[in-house]
Nanobody, 124 residues
Framework: QVQLVESGGGLVQAGGSLRLSCAASGRTFSSYAMGWFRQAPGKEREFVATVNWNGGIRYSAKSVEGRFTISRDNAKNTVYLQMNSLKPEDTGVYYC?????????????????WGQGTLVTVSS
């Protein structure tokens, strides 16, 4: 069992930055790939970024490429999402998720454990 708790969301102006954190419980964190997803009001949950078990492989959605960076610290059981140059269309609830495999994934079905989400609001 893995429990995930996100933090770091809030209200920011367009062009600003936020850093989301996701703290994981359980000794198996370092074995699993992690991902970030987001869900805007009235829309489906969509992929943002993923990182493999040791941080050596990571990629993100084209909509955030060059602006968002996913990283992890296995010693702290934490995964991060650094978000720069934020746009109003980045507004939504951001979810952290864990696979039970070490390889990356970009679909919601690839992930087993989910956090409760943290709200990010970008004003224009």
């Amino acid at each position: 069992q893995v429990q995930l708790v996100e933090s770091g969301g809030g209200l920011v102006q367009a062009g600003g930055s936020l850093r989301l954190s996701c703290a994981a419980s359980g000794r198996t964190f370092s074995s699993y790939a992690m991902g970030w997803f987001r869900q805007a009001p009235g829309k489906e949950r969509e992929f943002v970024a993923t990182v493999n078990w040791n941080g050596g492989i990571r990629y993100s959605a084209k909509s955030v490429e060059g602006r968002f960076t996913i990283s992890r610290d296995n010693a702290k059981n934490t995964v991060y999402l650094q978000m720069n140059s934020l746009k109003p269309e980045d507004t939504g609830v951001y979810y952290c998720a864990s696979r039970i495999l070490g390889s990356t994934g970009s679909s919601t079905g690839d992930y087993v454990y989910w956090g409760q989400g943290t709200l990010v609001t970008v004003s224009s």
